[in-house]
T-cell receptor, first 117, second 114 residues
Framework: EAQVTQNPRYLITVTGKKLTVTCSQN?????MSWYRQDPGLGLRQIYY???????DKGDVPEGYKVSRKEKRNFPLILESPSPNQTSLYFC????????????????FGPGTRLTVL | AQTVTQSQPEMSVQEAETVTLSCTYD???????LFWYKQPPSRQMILVIR??????QNATENRFSVNFQKAAKSFSLKISDSQLGDAAMYFC???????????FGKGTRLHILP
């Protein structure tokens, strides 16, 4: 089954304790992305990756790191989490559109609910 | 920078009626995509419909259709014959722009009244 998986689905942690949220897709998509969703703010892009070893900042990258060592995996790392990073996080992947040479519709993971105390 | 604006935080519609959700965006690009995503209470993000900016014809998917006005930078979603299962948060999204980012609006919560 084609899917994007995220782990963990729920996480409660404390300020300053490093954590990693994993994301994996089995569709051989080039483009992968992380978003955070907060009430009244919609989804905001944190980081995205066009392909292996190619990553770039989205609109809210502060406090986050990513890596793309393999095409299927795109982990999100919070080196020193703070309470303002409490949010719902989504990973997504997209195929390239052969006509436009650009990412197309996104396939989303189920989300990770993170609480930082 | 590109922006996406959904001016209706919440809307309600009677079951079986038609409702239109509005979305406007700002960009200097000529080639891009526009999307509507649905987020039901399960929080799963589901693609409803997409539109390529180079296509003049409005996209349709069963009961869902869009009114794409490129010059006005408007991309509204029309839901016909509304059903209880259509109740959800709907997000308009633009991208990728020249910087390959994807931009989402803040969402419109749609209530379906039985």
């Amino acid at each position: 089954e084609a899917q994007v998986t995220q782990n963990p689905r729920y996480l409660i942690t404390v300020t300053g304790k490093k954590l990693t949220v994993t994301c994996s897709q089995n569709m051989n998509h080039e483009y992968m992305s992380w978003y955070r969703q907060d009430p009244g703010l919609g989804l905001r892009q944190i980081y995205y990756s066009m392909n292996v070893e190619v990553t770039d900042k989205g609109d809210v990258p502060e406090g986050y790191k990513v890596s793309r060592k393999e095409k299927r995996n795109f982990p999100l790392i919070l080196e020193s989490p703070s309470p303002n990073q409490t949010s719902l996080y989504f990973c997504a992947s997209s195929p390239w559109d052969s006509m436009s040479g650009a990412p197309n519709e996104q396939f989303f993971g189920p989300g990770t609910r993170l609480t930082v105390l | 920078a590109q922006t996406v604006t959904q001016s209706q935080p919440e809307m309600s519609v009677q079951e079986a009626e038609t409702v239109t959700l509005s979305c406007t965006y700002d960009t200097s690009e000529s080639d891009y995509y526009l999307f509507w995503y649905k987020q039901p209470p399960s929080r799963q993000m589901i693609l409803v419909i997409r539109q390529e900016a180079y296509k003049q014809q409005n996209a349709t998917e069963n009961r869902f259709s869009v009114n794409f006005q490129k010059a006005a930078k408007s991309f509204s979603l029309k839901i016909s014959d509304s059903q209880l299962g259509d109740a959800a948060m709907y997000f308009c999204a633009y991208g990728p722009g020249g910087d390959d980012k994807i931009i989402f609006g803040k969402g419109t919560r749609l209530h379906i009244l039985p």
